[in-house]
């Protein structure tokens, strides 16, 4: 992973990994089965995932990253409070109580996106 990042992103900075469960056993085995590892990374160090992974929660907080229900974070959009670019290490929590029963993550349920250049 270290090596796809520095070589194929072209990453500069630190890889540094956040894990499933915030590895700990057996958490991280547990959330694995509710798609903690299947998060969806919208841009760099914004990430959609599911509300019901509190371990792999607590591991993104704990590595600078802010938590945000997503209807929070849609009303801040809505009224202009913040806009997209304004977003940053920000874990977008959405309500999974339906959507993780299905066996699928947001990676999965995605389709590829193409990103203008900042």
């Given amino acids: 992973m270290i090596d796809i990042s ?11 990994f956040i894990y499933s469960g915030n590895n ?4 991280d085995v547990r959330e694995q089965w ?5 998060l969806l990374a919208l841009k760099d160090g914004v990430v959609v995932g599911y509300d019901r992974n509190d ?6 907080v704990k590595a600078g990253f802010k938590a945000v229900p997503v209807k929070e974070l849609l009303q801040q959009l809505e009224t202009d ?3 997209p670019k304004d977003i940053k290490n920000t874990f977008i929590i959405m309500p999974s ?7 699928g993550g947001f990676h999965c ?4 996106l193409l990103r203008d250049e900042e």
Avoid at 24 to 27: C, L, S
Avoid at 34 to 38: E, G, L, V
Wanted: proline content about 5%; aromatic content about 8%; overall charge positive.
């Fill in 6 to 16: 520095k070589n194929d992103l072209k990453c500069e900075d630190k890889v540094k």
């Fill in 97 to 103: 109580a339906e959507l993780s029963r299905a066996r």
């Fill in 55 to 60: 371990k792999t929660l607590q591991a993104f």
């Fill in 24 to 27: 700990e056993f057996p958490f």
């Fill in 81 to 83: 409070a913040i806009t």
């Fill in 34 to 38: 509710t798609d903690s590892c299947n």
């Fill in 109 to 112: 349920m995605s389709m590829p």
